[in-house]
């Protein structure tokens, strides 16, 4: 009996519907008939609430050749994803401190691939990131939007210490003081985006990865 089949006979027996399941799992009713007519598989995390729900050792419902190929590729595949996030995430200490090298123009340095570069290692990141449940929390995002605001505020103000920007102002015409200021806003959003980065998507999360593998 395959996967499948091994779904549809436990909800029977425990007297489930598939919308019961649906709304215990957080699911639509569609996910849990793709799973019963083998059209997809349930994740992992998915299928040990499966088991609990249905009450059944979850080795039983494992023992599916082709169940075990498909979690075996799954596997690859998040650990794959994992590794690339680990990456992207140690990566984006080197430009958050790289956008300030800019920022500064420290040691004569000024360069659009810093920003360029730290922007798709962001977009990278992010696209990634395998936790984005913990964002189902209204509080984890609102946490997050107000890291980026302090980021993106203190990031402003230090224009006023910086003597290059200011000298901008009373030397260049406003026309190119509007594309500098431009520039520096996107520069100021990016290394701000860094920074909530760097604390709000940390791709450790060790409870989480154990699901993983």
Same mark, same amino acid.
């Given at each position: 009996?395959?996967?499948?089949?091994?779904?549809?006979?436990?909800?029977?027996?425990?007297?489930?519907?598939?919308?019961?399941?649906?709304?215990?799992?957080?699911?639509?009713?569609?996910?849990?008939?793709?799973?019963?007519?083998?059209?997809?598989?349930?994740?992992?995390?998915?299928?040990?609430?499966?088991?609990?729900?249905?009450?059944?050792?979850?080795?039983?419902?494992?023992?599916?050749?082709?169940?075990?190929?498909?979690?075996?590729?799954?596997?690859?595949?998040?650990?794959?994803?994992?590794?690339?996030?680990?990456?992207?995430?140690?990566?984006?200490?080197?430009?958050?401190?790289?956008?300030?090298?800019?920022?500064?123009? @420290?040691?004569?340095?000024?360069?659009?691939? /810093?920003? !360029?570069? $730290?922007?798709?290692?962001?977009? +990278? *990141? &992010?696209?990634?990131?395998?936790?984005?449940?913990?964002?189902?929390?209204?509080?984890?995002?609102?946490?997050?939007?107000?890291?980026?605001?302090?980021?993106?505020?203190?990031?402003?103000?230090?224009?006023?210490?910086?003597?290059?920007?200011?000298?901008?102002?009373?030397?260049?015409?406003?026309?190119?003081?509007?594309? @500098?200021?431009?520039?520096?806003?996107?520069? /100021?959003? !990016?290394? $701000?985006?860094?920074?909530?980065? +760097? *604390? &709000?998507?940390?791709?450790?999360?060790?409870?989480?990865?154990?699901?993983?593998?």
């Amino acid at each position: 009996m395959n996967l499948a089949s091994k779904l549809k006979q436990c909800r029977t027996m425990q007297h489930l519907t598939q919308a019961d399941v649906a709304s215990i799992l957080h699911v639509s009713r569609k996910t849990i008939s793709g799973w019963e007519n083998n059209r997809s598989y349930p994740d992992l995390n998915s299928l040990v609430e499966l088991s609990n729900i249905y009450k059944v050792p979850i080795d039983d419902l494992l023992r599916d050749e082709r169940l075990l190929e498909h979690y075996g590729e799954q596997q690859k595949s998040n650990a794959r994803i994992l590794r690339i996030s680990k990456l992207c995430f140690v990566l984006n200490f080197l430009f958050f401190l790289l956008g300030y090298v800019e920022f500064f123009r @420290l040691f004569g340095i000024h360069t659009l691939f /810093i920003p !360029i570069l $730290s922007l798709i290692n962001v977009i +990278i *990141l &992010f696209s990634h990131y395998p936790y984005w449940e913990k964002f189902t929390h209204r509080l984890h995002i609102l946490a997050a939007i107000l890291v980026f605001i302090i980021f993106f505020t203190i990031n402003t103000a230090l224009n006023i210490v910086d003597p290059y920007f200011s000298e901008y102002f009373s030397t260049l015409d406003p026309n190119t003081i509007a594309g @500098l200021a431009i520039g520096r806003i996107i520069l /100021i959003a !990016i290394i $701000s985006i860094n920074g909530t980065s +760097i *604390l &709000f998507f940390k791709p450790f999360n060790h409870a989480s990865e154990s699901s993983l593998h």
